[in-house]
């Protein structure tokens, strides 16, 4: 049974930072890539960052680039997502997602496994 368990979420400052955490069973991890999604109250779902299988390279929102960093560790089969610099704007349930395939992927679609996902609130 696969299970993604988002970790890490909160309450914080603008201009605050937190760091997710996404702990992955049951999948061939390093076999898979893996993406952040957030969606917003009233909102729908919207892509965040994803990773490829080595870690190598990665591809981000532009409402987030410059200010989020993707990156996972194979060993511990944990994929984490960086926030700096928050803005109220950011405030959503971020949701974890893998995928079968090495590649990059931004679209919804393309991911066959979803997290639970984990609140993270900016106040103004």
């Known amino acids: 049974q696969v299970q993604l368990v988002e970790s890490g979420g909160g309450l914080v400052q603008s201009g605050g930072s937190l760091r997710l955490s996404c702990a992955a069973s049951g999948l061939p991890f390093s076999s898979c890539a893996m993406g952040w999604f957030r969606q917003a109250p009233g909102k729908e779902r919207e892509f965040v960052a994803t990773v490829d299988w080595s870690g190598g390279t990665t591809q981000y929102a532009d409402s987030v680039k410059g200010r989020f960093t993707i990156s996972r560790d194979n060993a511990k089969n944990t994929v984490y997502l960086q926030m700096n610099s928050l803005k109220p704007e950011d405030t959503a349930v971020y949701y974890c997602?893998?995928?079968?395939?090495?590649?990059?992927?931004?679209?919804?679609?393309?991911?066959?496994?979803w997290g639970q996902g984990t609140q993270v609130t900016v106040s103004s």
């Open positions: 997602a893998g995928r079968f395939g090495r590649r990059l992927q931004m679209a919804l679609s393309g991911y066959d496994y």
